[in-house]
């Protein structure tokens, strides 16, 4: 379709700033010249397999990158209808779509506005300003996912403490480290095109703090990490942080199915950039999601379904950093 080829690599230009897991990125995009078809799928060497559980935020993740590439084609004046195909063996394609032309043409002001808005969108791991958040009109916003929000008052004691007690898991599970620890980019100043930097996690740091993290949170060096208590010293400051709120999104698949997962990441892409129109911003913690003892006693604590997806949320204070990012022609291919 005329014009369609350079409207995609235009969408992927900034839909590759959607947000995943360890910033891993794990889509890729075929668009067929000769059906006139475009495919969402998994770059299967960039998919994390550290835990079972990393699947769910992978589906998750294409689905916000979805979600992005299609409301940035709308306001160029094309349509997607995506139509589920389904991660199988050998298969990287998740769900495909025909081209259609939107009658009421492209709309350059809103594509700006969208645009600026997923540029300005980041994760957020500092404290949010202690401001209301209208959370009964942020629910109405998901329809095709269990959307359960919350406030401090009521469940921020509970919610830190679980952190405090489940966090150390992110540093001493062996195989989820390992994998984790490879996205962690030391060198400031290099090129990379995944991952963060320790600055995306912790803002400014300190060379000492640097050396101490690369060093002292080595893989190699768990026993001792644990002897020294360094991974619970950690847990304890995610616990508070997340304790401190002011909100909390715990969102859950309509069902236990890939297709209801890259749904419920396809209205956490929605739900993410209408909270980052208000001001408003997401801090994922998924080391509550990602084993199930944690999983079990978040759902108890919320009395919502197992969440695939929780977050802390509230009016951004100080905003975040851009995180690396991969090159369109390595996230699209035309064939
Ligand atoms: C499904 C999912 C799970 C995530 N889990 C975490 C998390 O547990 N902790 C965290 O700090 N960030 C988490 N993130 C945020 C990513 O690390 C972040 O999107 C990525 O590093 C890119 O940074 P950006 O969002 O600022 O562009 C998650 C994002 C997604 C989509």
Same mark, same amino acid.
Request: aromatic content about 10%.
């Given at each position: 379709?005329?014009?369609?080829?350079?409207?995609?690599?235009?969408?992927?230009?900034?839909?590759?700033?959607?947000?995943?897991?360890?910033?891993?990125?794990?889509?890729?995009?075929?668009?067929?010249?000769?059906?006139?078809?475009?495919?969402?799928?998994?770059?299967?060497?960039?998919?994390?397999?550290?835990?079972?559980?990393?699947?769910?935020?992978?589906?998750?993740?294409?689905?916000?990158?979805?979600?992005?590439?299609?409301?940035?084609?709308?306001?160029?004046?094309?349509?997607?209808?995506?139509?589920?195909?389904?991660?199988?063996?050998?298969?990287?394609?998740?769900?495909?779509?025909?081209?259609?032309?939107?009658?009421?043409?492209?709309?350059?002001?809103?594509?700006?506005?969208?645009?600026?808005?997923?540029?300005?969108?980041?994760?957020?791991?500092?404290?949010?300003? %202690?401001?209301?958040?209208?959370?009964?009109?942020?629910?109405?916003?998901?329809?095709?996912?269990?959307?359960?929000?919350?406030?401090?008052?009521?469940?921020?004691?509970?919610?830190?403490?679980?952190?405090?007690?489940?966090?150390?898991?992110?540093?001493? !599970?062996?195989?989820?480290?390992?994998?984790?620890?490879?996205?962690?980019?030391?060198?400031?100043?290099?090129?990379?095109?995944?991952?963060?930097?320790?600055? !995306?996690?912790?803002? %400014?740091?300190?060379? %000492?703090?640097?050396?101490?993290?690369?060093?002292?949170?080595?893989?190699?060096?768990?026993?001792?990490?644990?002897?020294?208590?360094?991974?619970?010293?950690?847990?304890?400051?995610?616990?508070?942080?997340?304790?401190?709120?002011?909100?909390?999104?715990?969102?859950?698949?309509?069902?236990?199915?890939?297709?209801?997962?890259?749904?419920?990441?396809?209205?956490?892409?929605?739900?993410?950039?209408?909270?980052?129109?208000?001001?408003?911003?997401?801090?994922?913690?998924?080391?509550?999601?990602?084993?199930?003892?944690?999983?079990?006693?978040?759902?108890?604590?919320?009395?919502?379904?197992?969440?695939?997806?929780?977050?802390?949320?509230?009016?951004?204070?100080?905003?975040?950093?851009?995180? %690396?990012?991969?090159?369109?022609?390595?996230?699209?291919?035309?064939?």
């Amino acid at each position: 379709m005329d014009g369609f080829y350079e409207a995609l690599e235009r969408a992927i230009e900034t839909a590759r700033l959607a947000p995943s897991s360890h910033n891993c990125q794990p889509w890729r995009v075929d668009y067929s010249l000769l059906s006139q078809e475009v495919c969402v799928g998994f770059d299967s060497h960039r998919v994390l397999r550290g835990l079972d559980s990393l699947e769910r935020e992978m589906f998750i993740s294409a689905g916000v990158f979805t979600h992005f590439l299609t409301a940035l084609l709308a306001c160029q004046g094309y349509q997607l209808n995506w139509q589920w195909q389904g991660e199988q063996e050998g298969r990287r394609v998740l769900a495909t779509s025909a081209i259609t032309k939107l009658s009421k043409g492209a709309d350059v002001d809103e594509y700006h506005a969208l645009s600026q808005r997923i540029r300005e969108r980041h994760t957020i791991r500092s404290a949010f300003k %202690p401001e209301a958040v209208d959370i009964d009109s942020l629910e109405t916003i998901v329809q095709h996912a269990s959307c359960h929000f919350f406030s401090a008052d009521h469940v921020g004691t509970n919610l830190g403490n679980l952190t405090k007690q489940y966090a150390a898991l992110d540093f001493t !599970n062996k195989s989820a480290w390992e994998e984790t620890y490879n996205y962690i980019r030391f060198d400031e100043d290099e090129f990379a095109e995944d991952g963060f930097y320790l600055r !995306n996690l912790f803002g %400014p740091v300190s060379k %000492p703090f640097r050396l101490l993290f690369r060093y002292g949170f080595h893989p190699t060096m768990m026993p001792i990490n644990k002897r020294l208590g360094l991974a619970k010293k950690m847990a304890v400051g995610l616990g508070e942080l997340v304790e401190s709120g002011p909100y909390y999104l715990a969102l859950s698949p309509k069902e236990n199915s890939q297709e209801a997962l890259f749904e419920c990441g396809y209205e956490l892409g929605v739900l993410w950039l209408h909270m980052q129109k208000q001001g408003i911003g997401l801090h994922p913690i998924s080391v509550l999601v990602q084993h199930e003892t944690a999983r079990k006693a978040l759902a108890q604590s919320l009395q919502c379904p197992p969440p695939a997806f929780f977050a802390r949320l509230g009016h951004i204070d100080q905003s975040g950093v851009d995180a %690396p990012r991969r090159s369109v022609e390595s996230i699209l291919n035309c064939v």
